[in-house]
């Protein structure tokens, strides 16, 4: 399908579901407040702006690089969001308690603005960063090959996202790691070659190089621009290909399902799976948290994935959870184990509810190795 399409598509799809959740929460205020005609003319108003800012938000950041509409529609979506399924989840308290529904509705709708106020706070601070120490057989003493991964920075060219960048970089290059990996999602939107967000993230430090993977908002945003963007050292993009990092450790790639499908890629003659050494630490980087087991039974010690965001923001997080084996943290399975990145960026709105953004450092030691 055609991205622009794909793109027609997905803002149809959206507006739908935004005006959905909009409607509802407006009829369970008409319902159980009864407010007077004009608050009512008043609030549908409101609701037609409320819900064409997300249209007019993406055409104006697309078209002209505005982003205060674009900003204020995705942190109206986040608040919605939460009021929605707490209203929801209201209406079907006052089926059995149909005596309080005022009280039960002002209580969900108070905590919905609660929520959606720690959310934006808590999406307006620094990305956290991680340390995890992982031990295996396949890492020679002495060792402490120390890598970051960073997942989903969504970059934007605005002076917001430069300012985050910045200090996400700076973080990074603290470390001195021996490796960066970003594992896709790094641009949404069609930034310039000679833009500064390529400058900034061109100053991260790092002896072996920057490997990245695509995720699909490089699909959606084109692979051309992801590659021209990322043609330059210390960028390196591993799409379906193999890397020794050392004598040591091996280094797998593969595209996100949104431009390939990976079974169908596992099973061809040519998949790079063939390629893998038993006797070094093989470490894939795959977008999404899928087939941790299959590639464990292939010979990888090590799966770096992000995607899932942990959901990001409530009631989002709940749903992630439900739908994904394996949707934020490090998992193991045998000898080999996979971490899901929660993001080092936010896609939508600027908010998160249970998880932080954050950079992760992971320290590969040999097995017996002193902490």
Not at 166 to 182: K, T, Y
Not at 278 to 293: E, S, Y
């Amino acid at each position: 399908m055609p991205r622009f399409i794909f793109f027609l598509i997905f803002l149809g799809v959206s507006f739908l579901v935004i005006f959905g959740m909009n409607y509802f929460v407006y009829w369970q205020i008409k319902s159980v407040f009864h407010p007077s005609q004009r608050t009512l003319h008043f609030l549908r108003i409101l609701l037609i702006i409320l819900n064409s800012t997300f249209i007019l938000g993406i055409a104006s950041s697309r078209l002209f690089h505005w982003y205060l509409i674009f900003n204020f529609s995705f942190y109206w979506l986040g608040f919605i969001s939460g009021a929605f399924f707490l209203a929801l989840t209201g209406w079907l308290v006052g089926l059995i308690f149909p005596g309080h529904r005022v009280v039960i509705l002002w209580v969900f709708l108070l905590l919905s603005l609660l929520i959606f106020l720690f959310s934006a706070y808590r999406g307006s601070q620094n990305p956290v960063f991680k340390t995890l120490t992982i031990r295996h057989a396949d890492i020679p003493p002495p060792s402490n090959f120390r890598i970051v991964h960073l997942s989903d920075l969504h970059l934007t060219p605005n002076p917001r996202t430069e300012k985050r960048l910045r200090s996400i970089v700076e973080r990074v290059n603290q470390a001195q790691p021996d490796l960066v990996v970003i594992t896709g999602d790094i641009l949404d939107e069609n930034i310039s070659t000679d833009h500064p967000i390529k400058e900034i993230l061109a100053g991260i430090q790092s002896r072996c190089g920057v490997y990245l993977v695509t995720g699909n908002h490089e699909f959606y945003n084109g692979l051309e621009r992801f590659t021209d963007f990322f043609s330059d050292p210390p960028f390196h993009i591993l799409r379906n290909q193999a890397r020794d990092i050392s004598e040591n450790i091996r280094l797998l790639g593969i595209d996100d399902p949104e431009i390939q499908d990976p079974g169908e890629y596992l099973n061809s003659d040519h998949n790079i799976f063939r390629q893998l050494n038993p006797d070094r630490f093989n470490i894939l980087l795959f977008h999404r948290p899928n087939l941790f087991q299959r590639f464990s039974r292939l010979g990888i010690d090590l799966q770096l994935s992000g995607h899932t965001h942990n959901g990001q923001m409530f009631p989002m997080e709940l749903l992630v959870n439900l739908v994904y084996k394996h949707p934020w943290g490090l998992y193991r399975s045998g000898n080999s184990y996979l971490y899901t990145s929660c993001g080092t960026g936010m896609w939508g709105p600027k908010m998160r509810t249970f998880s932080r953004s954050e950079i992760v450092q992971i320290l590969l030691k040999p097995l017996g190795d002193a902490p």
